[in-house]
């Protein structure tokens, strides 16, 4: 990979003030029946209740049966997941739009559990951009909570699905990390970081089928 023609980065770092002025929600807040359906709605929708490795494990037992005591946590930290999907989605997108990535690697579900080597690679590749780094935090460390026994230990998902969508779409490394770079959508790039990674460009190849989960098509 050419390294040295990597673009220069915008290097925003992400804006994650909203967090700091989440409100309180009460049983008497009219907005406490919406909470409860919203939650138990995600938790429906991304069948996690089967899934024993999940990362986020305090997190998802106390949505099963949320307490009013729970439920600003809960929903602060599921508005700090949605941000970070957010960034990673605009960054599919974009690549997308340059043709670097395809929208036919949604067609098939992603496998979170297993590593190849070409993922492994792109994912600590990937781990250049300052916008991962919260990923691999601890819950508090990155949203206020206000119960410790809501802690979980990282939130990996996004990342593991870009790379997949990445692996599926195209061999075009050097160019993926260029656009990713000048979109600036992923914060700061970390050249020193990235420069220690092994070159991918001689053995890089698109697989279509990289990584294919068994779960319906619902991502986190």
């Not at 050419?2 to 409100?23: C, F, G, H, I, T």
């Not at 494990?57 to 999907?85: C, E, G």
């Not at 781990?127 to 230990?153: C, D, I, N, R």
């Amino acid at each position: 990979m050419m390294k040295e023609n990597v673009a220069a980065s915008r290097r925003n770092e992400p804006d994650q003030s909203y967090l700091s002025n989440y409100p309180n929600l009460s049983t008497s807040s009219p907005g406490h029946p919406f909470a409860i359906s919203l939650i138990r709605a995600e938790l429906n929708a991304f069948g996690i209740n089967n899934t024993p490795n999940y990362s986020e494990s305090n997190l998802v037992a106390a949505t099963f049966h949320p307490s009013k005591n729970h439920i600003p946590d809960i929903l602060r930290s599921l508005l700090w997941r949605s941000h970070q999907q957010r960034l990673v989605f605009k960054t599919f997108m974009a690549l997308c739009n340059l043709n670097l990535c395809s929208l036919s690697a949604l067609n098939h579900p992603v496998d979170y559990y297993t590593v190849t080597p070409a993922a492994s690679q792109l994912h600590k590749t990937l781990m250049s951009y300052s916008a991962f780094t919260p990923l691999y935090k601890t819950g508090s460390k990155v949203v206020p909570l206000e119960h410790k026994s809501l802690e979980w230990q990282e939130f990996s998902y996004p990342i593991i699905w870009l790379e997949v969508m990445i692996l599926r779409s195209t061999g075009r490394i050097g160019d993926v990390f260029d656009a990713m770079t000048a979109s600036g959508f992923l914060g700061n790039f970390d050249k020193a970081h990235f420069e220690q990674v092994p070159d991918l460009e001689k053995e890089w190849v698109r697989d279509v089928d990289a990584l294919v989960g068994w779960q319906p098509n619902v991502d986190p």
